[in-house]
Nanobody
Framework: QVQLVESGGGLVQAGGSLRLSCAAS????????MGWFRQAPGKEREFVAA????????YYAVSVKGRFTVSRDTAKNTVYLQMNALKPEDTAVYYCAVDTHEYRWMPTMTAYDYWGQGTQVTVSS
């Protein structure tokens, strides 16, 4: 079992920044890839960003590339999502997730088997 807790969401004006954190506990391992996803009202959950177990490989959705940065602190079992130049269309509940298949790099939604409860991000225009 892995428990994930997101934090750092909030209300920000367009053009602003937020940093989300995802703290993992339980069966944690530095060999797991982790990802960020989001779900806006009335829309399906979508992929945002992913990072492999070492932090050496990252992958982004086209809509956030160049504005968002995913990173991890393995010693703290924490993954971050730095979000800059936020737009109203970034408004959503943001979820982190972990792929507990060791050393697998498959940044698609189906690869992730544990999810956090989500944190709300609202960007006003």
């Amino acid at each position: 079992q892995v428990q994930l807790v997101e934090s750092g969401g909030g209300l920000v004006q367009a053009g602003g920044s937020l940093r989300l954190s995802c703290a993992a506990s339980g069966r944690t391992a530095s060999s797991y890839a982790m990802g960020w996803f989001r779900q806006a009202p009335g829309k399906e959950r979508e992929f945002v960003a992913a990072i492999d177990w070492s932090g050496g490989s990252t992958y982004y959705a086209v809509s956030v590339k160049g504005r968002f940065t995913v990173s991890r602190d393995t010693a703290k079992n924490t993954v971050y999502l730095q979000m800059n130049a936020l737009k109203p269309e970034d408004t959503a509940v943001y979820y982190c997730a972990v792929d507990t298949h060791e050393y697998r790099w498959m940044p698609t939604m189906t690869a992730y088997d544990y999810w956090g409860q989500g944190t709300q991000v609202t960007v006003s225009s």
